[in-house]
């Protein structure tokens, strides 16, 4: 699961407060800050339409 989706999928997990840490082990990619408020942005923008996506 190496890649942006882990680091994405570790911060979506955070954010709903499954997880303390979405830090990852070497090499692991880690988002940036503009990065995390854009998958912020389309997770508000999905939950108008999906109530499931909601944060």
């Given at each position: 699961?190496?890649?942006?989706?882990?680091?994405?999928?570790?911060?979506?997990?955070?954010?709903?407060?499954?997880?303390?840490?979405?830090?990852?082990r070497k090499?692991?990619?880690?988002?940036?800050?503009?990065?995390?408020?854009?998958?912020?942005?389309?997770?508000?923008?999905?939950?108008?339409?999906?109530?499931?996506?909601?944060?």
């Amino acid at each position: 699961q190496l890649g942006i989706g882990l680091a994405v999928r570790k911060h979506v997990l955070k954010r709903r407060g499954i997880i303390t840490s979405d830090a990852q082990r070497k090499p692991g990619l880690a988002l940036s800050e503009t990065a995390r408020a854009e998958v912020d942005y389309l997770l508000e923008r999905l939950a108008r339409r999906d109530k499931r996506s909601a944060l």
